[in-house]
């Protein structure tokens, strides 16, 4: 933190300097962040309503509070194109995500899902989504889908994050709704028949550490942490301070 005055003077010279370095631990995506050809469900889940994930979810009867698989589903034409023809597939370190955009230029949503495996309740989690390199244009979209604790215990869909294509490699950070969220990716484009080739899903729990910054003192050979040392030689009359970041 640093305060300066209206006038943009330092009212403290030097800081306690903390910077937060971001952790990553754990893997919370069932068997791994990496596909097989198996690594899909076998059935295709068809929705026909705007309410995709929570439809697609609830298909699947998740939550079952153990890790699960991925499931794969896609827009029956319903409410969105059909992509029932060319639903998600999966090889080995590969899932393929694809459009189908009619003359209205509206595009069919395809994706998959899975329930991550003993989360805690209001910790921070981190999804890396790693894409093989291409040029194919669209729009990625990340969810969190869960249980609500409120009778009736309806499914309730996060706020959506948006992610245009091509891209390398996207992070989602959300916080856990509960211990078995569903971690929900979609796809969607203005080009027909294009599509998104996922390489890898990781999910982490993310926690931020402060450390202190350590300046070098080249002269006599050692290094001291930054300390604050308040300058009482400005006044405050040219106005209440203001603090910024």
Same mark, same amino acid.
């Given at each position: 933190?640093?305060?300066?005055?209206?006038? &943009?003077?330092?009212?403290?010279? &030097?800081? *306690?300097?903390?910077?937060?370095?971001?952790?990553?631990?754990?893997?919370?995506? %069932?068997?791994?962040?990496?596909?097989?050809?198996?690594?899909?469900?076998?059935?295709?889940?068809?929705?026909?309503?705007? @309410?995709?994930?929570?439809?697609?979810?609830? +298909?699947?009867?998740?939550?079952?509070?153990?890790?699960?698989?991925?499931?794969?589903?896609?827009?029956?034409?319903?409410?969105?194109?059909?992509?029932?023809?060319?639903?998600?597939?999966?090889?080995?370190?590969?899932?393929?995500?694809?459009? =189908? $955009?009619?003359?209205?230029?509206? @595009?069919? =949503? %395809?994706?998959?899902?899975?329930?991550?495996?003993?989360?805690?309740?209001? +910790?921070?989690? %981190?999804?890396?989504?790693?894409?093989?390199?291409?040029?194919?244009? &669209?729009?990625?979209?990340?969810?969190?889908?869960?249980?609500?604790?409120?009778?009736?215990?309806?499914?309730?869909? @996060?706020?959506?994050?948006?992610?245009?294509?091509?891209?390398?490699?996207?992070?989602?950070?959300?916080?856990?709704? %509960?211990?078995?969220?569903?971690?929900?990716?979609?796809?969607? +484009?203005? /080009? *027909?028949?294009?599509?998104?080739?996922?390489?890898? =899903?990781?999910?982490?729990?993310?926690?931020?550490?402060?450390?202190? $910054?350590?300046? *070098?003192?080249?002269? /006599?050979?050692?290094?001291? $942490?930054?300390?604050?040392?308040?300058?009482?030689?400005?006044?405050?009359?040219?106005?209440?301070? =203001?603090?910024?970041?």
């Amino acid at each position: 933190m640093e305060q300066i005055n209206s006038r &943009g003077q330092a009212l403290e010279d &030097g800081l *306690d300097i903390l910077i937060s370095v971001p952790f990553l631990s754990g893997e919370y995506s %069932s068997y791994g962040s990496s596909f097989i050809a198996s690594t899909l469900s076998s059935t295709n889940i068809a929705t026909s309503t705007l @309410s995709y994930a929570t439809e697609a979810v609830a +298909s699947a009867n998740l939550p079952t509070y153990t890790s699960s698989g991925w499931f794969r589903f896609t827009s029956d034409g319903t409410s969105q194109p059909s992509a029932t023809s060319t639903p998600p597939t999966s090889s080995v370190n590969n899932i393929n995500l694809s459009a =189908v $955009v009619d003359r209205g230029g509206n @595009s069919s =949503v %395809s994706g998959i899902f899975q329930e991550l495996k003993q989360l805690h309740k209001g +910790s921070q989690y %981190s999804a890396s989504i790693k894409l093989h390199q291409n040029t194919n244009i &669209g729009t990625l979209k990340v969810s969190i889908v869960y249980k609500s604790p409120i009778f009736p215990y309806p499914l309730i869909q @996060s706020d959506i994050t948006s992610y245009n294509l091509p891209s390398n490699e996207l992070t989602f950070n959300f916080k856990a709704y %509960s211990t078995a969220d569903i971690i929900c990716i979609t796809f969607e +484009s203005s /080009v *027909d028949r294009s599509l998104v080739d996922i390489f890898s =899903v990781s999910v982490q729990e993310r926690k931020e550490y402060k450390m202190p $910054v350590v300046t *070098d003192i080249t002269l /006599v050979g050692i290094s001291k $942490v930054l300390r604050r040392r308040f300058n009482s030689s400005i006044t405050l009359d040219d106005g209440e301070p =203001v603090t910024t970041e």
